[in-house]
């Protein structure tokens, strides 16, 4: 069976006050580990601190890194120095970084190996535009982005990556995907890994939904056959709606 994983995504919010004040509120009633996964993932200058705090059952992941392993690269992170400080997941791929960023499928691809390499779990953002909703490419445009970011990876490498769904639509807009929709393309994401990898990867693999996840529709989206897990935006930035979302079983 696979681990359900729940992922707040901080983005550019919050001052370190701010961030020690969310850990030292929730940190004690997080889900147990042995039931979910839940992380958190914030800018780069917090991570340390907050990996110090984050108890028995909550996990730290940075939002972004670069895919060399060190050099002449001003401004970037490597997977070494995250994975030296404690951090064990990064987000790889997000829209935001597609659109804003100049990330490409081959840049997540590097990155992905590189996060592999030392450890960190990476979580691979992919998600169709609204015009590529309405022009019925959605199935086309996941496919590319997930074929293209697990390029080259063994079957036991496949396996411990995390894929979060997120259609560019939903996030942030309170537009959410209905629960069908998201399981829908995640079933069709399944079916690309088992085409590429086999069935046993395929049956591995977590993939989360992403795109206004909130305590009030997370039990639906959990309760959906290929739904793993959410990878969450607004919602995670309050301590009491991210504790609702990690112990969406409740
Ligand atoms: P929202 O939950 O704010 O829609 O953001 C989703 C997201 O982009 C998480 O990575």
């Not at 001003?74 to 070494?80: F, H, I, P």
């Not at 987000?91 to 935001?96: F, K, N, P, V």
């Not at 590189?114 to 309405?134: D, F, W, Y």
Request: proline fraction near 3%; aromatic fraction near 6%; charge should be negative.
């Amino acid at each position: 069976m696979r681990k359900p994983i729940i992922i707040g995504n901080w983005k550019m919010n919050k001052t370190r006050n701010e961030a020690l004040k969310f850990i030292y509120a929730i940190k004690d009633q997080v889900v147990s580990n042995d039931q979910v996964e839940s992380v958190i993932c914030a800018p780069f200058p917090y991570l340390r601190c907050l990996v110090k705090r984050q108890g028995s059952s909550l996990r730290i992941g940075a939002q972004n890194m670069h895919f060399e392993k060190s050099g002449a690269y001003t401004g970037e992170v490597s997977a070494d120095m995250l994975s030296l400080i404690g951090v064990s997941y990064v987000i790889l791929g997000h829209s935001e970084r597609r659109e804003m960023f100049n990330e490409t499928d081959e840049s997540v691809n590097k990155k992905v190996h590189e996060a592999l390499t030392h450890q960190l779990t990476p979580i691979v953002c992919v998600g169709e535009s609204l015009e590529q909703r309405e022009n019925h490419t959605t199935n086309q445009v996941i496919e590319q982005q997930t074929v293209a970011a697990l390029s080259g990876l063994t079957v036991d490498q496949v396996k411990k990556v995390v894929i979060a769904y997120e259609p560019i639509w939903a996030i942030g807009t309170g537009r959410t995907a209905t629960a069908e929709q998201a399981n829908e393309t995640i079933g069709y994401i399944r079916e690309v890994v088992e085409r590429i990898y086999g069935k046993e990867a395929a049956n591995a693999i977590r993939i989360q939904y992403g795109g206004s996840v909130n305590p009030a529709n997370i039990k639906e989206l959990m309760s959906q056959e290929h739904i793993d897990g959410a990878l969450v935006g607004g919602a995670s930035l309050d301590p009491n709606s991210f504790l609702s979302l990690v112990n969406y079983a409740d």
